[in-house]
């Protein structure tokens, strides 16, 4: 059966920013799937509630509090899965994310924090999960990129920025890694996770940033979480170093943060 495809029966995986939103409804899509979770992420509490529905689905789950800043840190998380389950066959670097800021407020420092949390700790953990995959007999990636790594808008520099690298890495990696290691990316759009929460309690923000998708509709989760299980799964077999767009069909960001133009004399 088709069905069967997107089945992940006794693999392993380990999922980055596990804690809630997309990277909680990832890990319980894959234990759905038949896989035991390595869940990491900076609040062991959120980890506890995850792992619980990870159990729910008769599959293991451990759990990793950890600052996941640090690419060591998420470095060593592949030779926990092999300690604590015997192998590793996917990982999902979903851990991410920086703050809007203006354009003279964005500082050489921060652009640099924010590829090092984005691209270098991927780059990290990936690196150090290769040979576990390679003794698993072959191994999925599926980094979590974003559509501000194609579109232009203003204060998302940074963020922008390092999830196109984040998508080109994907790109050269799987060039590299193939054909015993598939690496592909999602390029998420607007996803009803805690980053939007002042958008979500917000009725006007929430049907402005509505009406500016094509699909009329902010994104859930699962929605992220479903292309995660294909990109992992046999189903996506014959794809890697794919950035696939999860979006609501965005061409453009679906909000604008009322940036002003730059000030100043001509001289």
């Known amino acids: 059966m088709i069905l069967d495809r997107f089945r992940l029966p006794d693999r392993v995986a ?13 890990a319980v899509a894959l234990a759905e799937a038949g896989a035991d979770v390595v869940l ?27 600052d996941l800043s640090d690419p060591d840190a998420a470095a060593s998380l592949a030779g926990t899965a092999v300690e604590v389950f015997g192998r590793l066959d996917v990982v999902v670097n979903n851990v991410g994310g920086t703050l809007p800021r ?3 407020e964005t500082t050489p420092e921060f652009l640099a924090e924010a590829f ?6 991927a780059h990290a953990l990936t690196r150090a999960a290769v040979p576990a995959m390679l003794s698993s007999g072959s191994g999925a990636v599926v980094n979590i990129s974003s559509i501000m790594g194609r579109v232009s808008g203003r204060g998302f520099l940074a963020y922008g920025t390092a999830k196109a690298a984040l998508a080109h890495y994907t790109r050269l990696a799987a060039a590299d890694l193939a054909p015993r290691v598939r690496v592909n990316a999602i390029a998420v759009g607007s996803v009803a996770t805690s980053a939007l ?11 402005r940033m509505e009406s500016a998708t094509p699909l009329r509709t902010i994104g859930a989760a699962e929605d992220v979480a ?27 960001p679906n909000l604008d943060l009322g940036l002003p133009d730059l000030e100043g004399t001509p001289e």
């Open 14 to 26: 380990v999922v980055t920013g596990a804690g809630r939103g997309i990277g909680a409804a990832t």
């Open 40 to 66: 990491a992420a900076r609040t062991e509490s959120q980890l506890a509630e995850v792992a619980e529905r990870v159990t729910a689905t008769g599959r293991r789950a451990h759990v990793v509090p950890t």
């Open 102 to 104: 203006p354009f003279l």
């Open 116 to 121: 090092e949390f984005n691209v270098t700790t």
């Open 197 to 207: 929460d002042l958008v979500l309690g917000n009725e006007e923000l929430r049907t």
């Open 226 to 252: 479903a292309a995660v299980l294909f990109l992992a799964a046999p189903a996506g077999g014959y794809l890697t170093g794919k950035v696939l767009e999860v979006d609501g069909g965005l061409q453009a």
